[in-house]
C-alpha cells in the first residue's frame, strides 16, 4: 500500500452525488467503496503565466517603430544588440561548460521543479475514475547509427586513451594517402589491403564492383550515438456502466468534459475569421489509494508529467442494443491516450519520482 499524505483534492463536497462543489466528476458514485484505488484527472492552471508572456510580447509589438527612417535606425541597433547578445552568450556558455557540472545539474532540477509546482485550475473542474487494469509505463531512448570509418576510429581511439586527437587524425590521413599512393606505384601490398586503398579512391559504382571482385569490404567502424529521449505516452481505457439515473448524467458529463478539453480554442478577430488556436490545456494525472500517495506524489513508483490529450474514443452501448427506461445508455466504453509535454531526464527520476 503506497504511503504519504491524503490527496484532499477529491474529497466529496456538497454537491450532487457524483460531483463536488467544484464540479469535479467522479465514477462510480453507487458502489464507490467496491474501488478504493482511483485515478484523477485535473486541468493545470497555466492563464496567468501565459498572459504574462503575451503581455511581453504585446509590449514587444507596441515597440516596433512605424516611420521608415524609424525602422533603419531600428535595425542598426537591433542588429548591434543581437551581436552583443550572441557575445555574451557564447561567454556565459564557455564560463559554464568550464566550470564544474553541477551548475548544469542545477539548472535541470529548476526546470523540474516548475512542473512540480504547477498548480490546477479549479474553475475547469476534472474526472475521478476507478483505477484501470493493465497500466503500461514504457521508457525508452532513442539512438542512431553513425559510420566513423578508418579516420574517424582512430580518433576515437586516441580520445578514449588520451591521446592527441588532431595528430590521430592528421596520421591517419596521411597514411591512407600513403596507401594509395602505394598502389598506384606499384607497390607491394597484399591483396586485402590494396583492395581496401583502390575503394578508397574508387567512384561509389567502380568501388562496390572492386569489393565485389576481391571479396573484402571497408570496415565502416559503425557506432550507436545517442539520439534523443521520446515523450512518453499512455493509453487508458474505462467501462462506464451506469446503474442510476444520475450515474448516467454524471457518465455523459465525463465524456463532454474530456472531449472539451481534447480541443483547441480558436483565436479570431473581426468577422469570425479563426487565425490560430490556443493551445489545449495539459492535464495533471494522479493516481491514489484510499485517497493516498507516496510523499514524492507518487504511486507505487508511477508518476506522470503534465500531459495532453491526444485522442478521446466512446463506444456507446459496446454490449448490447437495449436502453435504460430513461432512454440512456446501458454503457459507454471510453478509451483515451496521454503524451507527456516534455522529455523525461534522470533528474526527474532520481529527485521527483516520476
Sequence with gaps: M??????????P????????????????????????????????????ARADIGKQIGQLANAIPKESGDIDKSAEKAVSGTTDFLKGLGAAFTQRMNGSNSSIRQDAARFSQRDENLSVKNSAGGVTLYLPQSIQIQDAASYENMDLGRIGA???SALASGGNAMGTFANEAAGQVGDVASLLKGGSMSGGLASLAAQSVAPAGSAGAIASATGVS?????RALFKAVPLRQFAFSFELVPSSAEEARICKDIVK??????????????GGINYGYKFPNRFRIRMTYRNKADPDGSFNGIKFLPVYLQSF??????????????????????AMNFMESRALTRQDIERYGY
Design 154 to 156: 582512430g580518433v576515437e
Design 13 to 48: 463536497g456538497s454537491g450532487a452525488p457524483g460531483e463536488t462543489t467544484n464540479g469535479l466528476l467522479r465514477y462510480p458514485i453507487d458502489d464507490i467503496e467496491k474501488h478504493h484505488g482511483r485515478i484523477s484527472f485535473r486541468i493545470i492552471d497555466e492563464d496567468a
Design 2 to 11: 503506497p504511503r504519504g499524505t491524503p490527496a484532499i483534492e477529491w474529497e
Design 218 to 222: 571497408t570496415n565502416p567502424n559503425t
Design 257 to 270: 468534459w474530456f472531449r472539451t478539453e481534447l480541443y483547441p480554442e480558436a483565436l479570431s478577430v473581426g
Design 313 to 334: 474514443n466512446a463506444t456507446y452501448n459496446n454490449s448490447g442494443q437495449a436502453l435504460h427506461a430513461d432512454g440512456n445508455f446501458q454503457s459507454i466504453s471510453i
